[in-house]
């Protein structure tokens, strides 16, 4: 069995994010970049996969400048095989993506695609969907327990209500919540293994497809600053401030 | 069970200027040689603070094409200012009468951390093996009491050292010779020079802390290249310190202020001090409107010569900042910590070909242009334990008519934590409140420095006496924790004495300071600590 697993490098959900003063996107210069979180839950589960004997490979794919290639060795030092990496330069929308993601899975007909439910940085929480709707296998989001059996797999989600557990046929795409696991640290040697590991380079541009951006972005602006709160002397007080002021009751 | 354990002729601790630099230029003078470099932070650069007006010298010499390779070193110095501070006075001094070691007309406005991730690039161009995220947190000896390497973090260790799910050992690395270069107050460093008695007859080494924002400013209040620094106000004239404003590329201002930690008054904060520095009427007006975009905060080296330690031990070498190479009255120290690795390269590549010792280090170094700058430094610092006027006397004989040649070294009398007076014999200090725009708190400032460490890990700011803070430390000096550590890990609650250590920037501040040394300094989990971009 193959697993293709998709990885993306995003700003580190430790920066403080800093938006440019045209409105026209935030600062990625000076900024420390690391793997979106649930990608990371992605490739252990994937690499667990293969340690437990079932899957055979795990490819990790990146789609993005050539600093990609460092999320891409990250995740073949956790344990990936091989690396693919979909050099473009410029923002691709998730439905780019995924038509991306969907031209590679035709050439390495991979069993599972694993990602991460959705990315911190514009949390669209649309490519594995849309991946799935386009190569019309059937998905499983917001994973949080996965056991692989022979012709489907069986997946543990988080939903509103609680847990809901599907079993869907492989091949299949799943997008994984941070709780599926704790990502490994990367050891020393394997770091240095990872290096050697093959990564194949495409250029987004030859793969014919149409990644035309479909949204317009009119602007980004810095959510509202927090007031700062009041204390209220009695409950009376509290329950007229909630009903004439915030007018929430 | 044996740890795990890689071989490589040469393993360095820390990618700071020397580290990288000593690894450079080992590749150039031999290519053959494996070397790694472990670095704690996330990134090569991520735990990186300095000012930083750059002087080419030792750069020129390890790569004389950096002009030409897109190094990060683009604005040049174009003005120079030096301000005395009243309280809402301010006396500009003029600039020819500066000493020489102040001017900086050939120097760059950099930044230390952009400059590192792009000698990073250079190494490993040449084959160097970079390791982020991997602390060095044990020295390893061989039989004979040499040292043999280093041994790296244990990660995924819970709170009570029980192991994780991801548990993973640290790995042991030998070494024909270790390079320690973890700057100021290294862990390791501090360790090594105590075994190996380095600082035998030395001064006690002497410390500052430096705080340092990034702000942004309109056009108008922005002059690329102008450099300014200032003494004074806010501090009182025993306090030794002053602030550096550096006009950089892209309308940002380096702004910071060092303070020496010899300061005596325990009621002193030194992160309030340099909020209170910029509400003076002729430095507010530079930043109002501007916008806050980083802080940060760094324990450095202000001893100079007298309290440099020998830099040389069996199978190791200390350099850099980690040793204190800094030069203070220039306040600089990218440029002599550059120059002690090129150094450090070439005694190792005659260690390891021709059998020769690594004492040979000390005399290479004596002749470099590092130590004669050193030297002529030397007595700058200690005249100013006779207050800011005689100091500043003093200093103008001694740099100006004597260029340093003075026949004589003035000593380095206490080590910083010896300083602090009891706190019922010293003013309190009443700080102004943050507004929030020009001046702010400690919960804001971490904020930006992107610090984070794994919740569920030991922590790494160790007591040798749990009970010291409260039964002595409170009661003598009022718990002078609370106000030196720039980021609040420490606080008093309910009469406890609590450790925020998932907040520590790495400064060390506390490790020198604590009056009874109380407080140790160890490594966290691999990539925790700040997140610095291009400070």
């Known amino acids: 069995m193959k697993i293709l697993v998709a990885v993306k490098r995003v700003i580190d959900y430790n920066v403080q994010i800093r938006v440019k003063e045209d409105g026209s996107g935030v600062h990625t210069d000076n900024v420390k970049m690391s793997t979106n979180p649930p990608d990371d839950n992605a490739v252990e589960e994937s690499v667990k996969l293969k340690e437990s004997g079932k899957v055979k490979e795990v490819i990790a794919i990146s789609i993005g400048e050539d600093k990609a290639q460092e999320t891409i060795r990250k995740a073949l030092a ?29 050439k390495e007909k991979p069993d599972m695609v694993f990602l991460g439910k959705q990315a911190i940085d514009d949390d669209c929480n649309q490519t594995g969907q849309m991946l799935a709707a386009m190569l019309n296998w059937p998905q499983a989001t917001f994973t949080s327990k996965v056991n692989l059996k022979e012709k489907s797999v069986e997946i543990v989600r988080e939903i509103d209500e609680g847990l809901e557990t ?50 317009q ?27 004439n002021e915030a007018k929430v009751l | 069970m044996a740890r795990e354990a890689m071989e490589y002729d040469v393993v360095i601790v820390g990618a700071g200027p020397a580290g990288l630099t000593t690894a450079i230029k080992l590749k150039q003078l031999d290519s053959n040689l494996s070397i790694c470099i472990l670095e704690k932070g996330s990134e090569v650069g991520a735990h990186i603070l300095s000012g930083n007006v750059f002087e080419t010298q030792a750069l020129d010499e390890l790569l004389p094409n950096w002009k030409n390779e897109n190094a990060p070193i683009k604005t040049k110095v174009s003005k120079e200012k030096f301000l005395f501070l009243g309280k809402n006075s301010s006396l500009s001094w003029p600039t020819w009468l500066l000493p020489a070691v102040q001017k900086n007309h050939k120097n760059y406005i950099i930044s230390l951390a952009n400059l590192c991730r792009w000698l990073a690039e250079q190494a490993e161009k040449l084959g160097v093996e970079i390791f982020p995220g991997f602390p060095a947190s044990e020295v390893l000896y061989n039989e004979d009491g040499s040292v043999k390497g280093v041994a790296t973090q244990d990660m995924g260790l819970d709170k009570e050292s029980n192991k994780k799910d991801t548990f993973q050992e640290g ?15 290294g862990h390791l460093g501090k360790q090594l020079i105590k075994k190996f008695n380095l600082d035998k007859g030395k ?76 509400t003076h009427p ?36 200390l350099i850099g900042c980690d040793a204190g190479t800094l030069n203070m009255p220039k306040i600089k120290g990218s440029h002599t910590a550059m120059k002690s690795g090129i150094i450090a390269a070439e005694t190792i590549i005659e260690h390891i070909k021709d059998k020769v010792d690594l004492s040979i280090y000390e005399k290479k170094f004596k002749e470099s242009w590092a130590y004669k700058e050193l030297y002529a430094a030397r007595n700058v610092k200690p005249s100013f334990s006779w207050g800011l006027i005689m100091g500043i006397i003093f200093t103008g004989i001694d740099q100006i008519l004597f260029r340093g040649k003075l026949p004589f070294t003035l000593k380095h009398k206490h080590a910083d934590h010896e300083a602090l007076k009891p706190a019922d014999q010293m003013p309190k200090i009443d700080y102004p409140k943050p507004d929030g725009k020009l001046t702010f708190d400690k919960t804001s400032s971490v904020y930006l420095t992107g610090t984070n460490h794994t919740e569920n890990q030991p922590v790494h700011l160790k007591l040798k006496d749990p009970e010291l803070p409260i039964k002595y430390t409170l009661q003598k000096y009022d718990e002078p ?48 600590g700040p997140k610095y971009g291009n400070m």
Not at chain 1, 79 to 103: C, F, N, Q, R, T
Request: hydrophobic share 35%.
């Open chain 1, 78 to 106: 956790i344990g990936a095989d091989k690396g693919i990496h979909v050099k473009a330069d410029s923002y691709i929308e998730p439905l780019g993506i995924a038509k991306i993601l969907k031209s590679i899975v035709e």
């Open chain 1, 166 to 215: 599907i079993e869907v046929n492989l091949p299949s795409v799943v997008s994984c919540d941070l709780r599926l696991n704790e990502p490994r640290f990367a050891s020393l040697p394997n770091i240095m293994k990872a290096k050697k590991k093959p990564m194949e380079q495409i250029n987004a541009k030859d793969l014919g497809l149409d990644l035309t951006n479909r949204i």
């Open chain 1, 217 to 243: 972005q009119i602007k980004v602006d810095e959510p509202p600053k927090r007031k700062a709160g009041i204390k209220v002397a009695n409950v009376a007080e509290l329950v007229s401030k909630l009903k």
């Open chain 2, 171 to 185: 790995m042991d690395l030998h070494a024909k010779v270790t390079v320690f270069s973890e700057g100021c107050r």
């Open chain 2, 203 to 278: 001064n006690p080494q002497q410390y500052g802390i430096g705080l340092k924002e990034i702000w942004e400013v309109s056009e108008q209040q922005h002059q690329e290249g102008l450099v300014m620094h200032t003494a004074g106000w806010p501090l009182d004239k025993n306090t030794y310190g002053g602030s550096f404003i550096y006009h950089a590329e892209n309308r940002q201002i380096y702004l910071g202020y060092v303070i020496g930690l010899d300061y005596q008054n325990p009621h002193l904060s030194p992160f309030d001090e340099f909020q209170r520095f910029k």
């Open chain 2, 282 to 317: 002729s430095i507010r007006k530079m930043f109002e409107g501007g916008k806050r975009i980083s802080f940060g905060a760094r324990a450095l080296i202000e001893g100079g010569i007298q309290s440099l330690p020998k830099m040389y031990m069996p199978g190791a070498l």
């Open chain 2, 481 to 528: 924790a609370k106000r030196y550590c720039p980021v609040g890990v420490y606080e008093i609650q309910q009469e406890k004495f609590v450790i925020n250590s998932q907040n520590c920037i790495h400064c060390k501040t506390c490790d020198i300071k604590e009056p009874s040394q109380n407080i140790i300094w160890v490594t966290p989990e691999g990539g925790g």
